[in-house]
């Protein structure tokens, strides 16, 4: 299977006749170049271009030659389904780690549905770095994680940033309360991975190692059923552990990093070009407005 950007690198190289060009042209660097092209090569189990001497120029192989017909044909017929794309339905495909899956983006996704008529929808859930990888290669629109995932082809925005709230299952007079984190019982927190600067926090705070961890959102709710277990969280997630759970919210002192949401596109992948993007990116603003008031945004 033939990957968008590997063609379009290739193409790109062979117009400008250069691996340096052809990174200007697709607007990376020239090592992204010459790994695509590797990686195209490999694919195709044929030698498509030969250096020049020097390093400065390339030409074309055989194999490169006939590659090229076909990396052409396959460029119009791209062309050809943006336009008819663009006139008709979308096929929008986001990906999304579980937490915010489960306590942000329902809204969103609601206001998809409801909005767009003929819409082709796929979500998938997976880890921060899987999901990147898969905006980069093209099998994703968007993806929205809690942590941002630097690359060269991906243009990564922190949509908003969430205070940590300490959750727990204890009399509702405590709601609101501020609480000392170091008076908490550690042998009753459940410990979630939320990152590397919540984690040098507790370093500095001095917390200990909780008893009872966890990697997923889903086993915090019932754990919050029993007595006095308690566990950091951000904001967004309150609403429905509230109600699922009854539990009570405590403001820690002192407060942990705040939690950002970030969503990932690649780059060439903007509003301008992409109806995908545009679409997505209207209906975000409907459904988040204050979010996108921000500087933040």
């Known amino acids: 299977m033939l990957v968008p950007e590997e063609v379009q690198t290739f193409l790109s190289v062979v117009r400008a006749g250069s691996l340096l060009g052809g990174s200007e042209a697709v607007h990376t660097t020239q090592s992204t170049v010459s790994y695509r092209i590797r990686s195209l090569e490999n694919r195709l189990g044929r030698r498509l271009l030969l250096r020049a001497r020097g390093g ?39 990906g999304s780690v579980q937490v915010l899956t489960r306590y942000v983006l329902p809204p969103l996704y ?9 819409l ?8 921060g770095v899987d999901l990147a990888e ?46 000392s984190v170091t008076s908490l019982d550690p042998n009753s927190e459940i410990g979630m991975p939320w990152g590397a600067d919540y984690q040098l926090w507790r370093h500095q705070v001095h917390l200990r190692p909780p008893r009872l961890l966890s990697d997923t959102v889903n086993t ?10 308690w566990a950091f969280v951000p904001e967004f997630m309150v609403p429905q552990l509230q109600k699922s759970t009854n539990c009570s919210v405590l403001h820690p002192e002192p407060e942990p990093p705040l939690q950002s949401v970030y969503r990932t596109i690649r ?20 459904v988040w407005p204050d979010w996108y008031q921000k500087p933040d945004h």
């Open 267 to 286: 780059k060439r992948d903007n509003a301008a070009t992409a109806p995908e993007i545009k679409f997505l990116e209207e209906a975000s603003r409907q």
């Open 110 to 118: 609601e206001h998809i549905v409801n909005n767009r008529q003929g």
């Open 120 to 127: 082709s929808l796929r979500l998938e859930t997976g880890s």
């Open 134 to 179: 898969r905006v980069a290669t093209g099998h994703l629109h968007a993806a929205y994680t809690v942590f941002s995932h630097e690359h060269i082809d991906l243009k990564v925005t922190r949509l908003a940033r969430f205070p940590m709230r300490i959750v727990m299952n204890s009399p509702p007079s405590h709601l609101g309360k501020k609480v």
């Open 220 to 229: 915090l709710a019932p754990l919050l059923r029993s007595q006095g277990v």
């Open 56 to 94: 400065r120029g390339v030409t074309l192989t055989n194999d490169g030659r006939t590659f090229l017909e076909i990396a052409q044909r396959w460029e119009q017929l791209s062309s050809e389904a943006q336009v008819l794309q663009e006139e008709g339905d979308l096929r929008l495909s986001l």
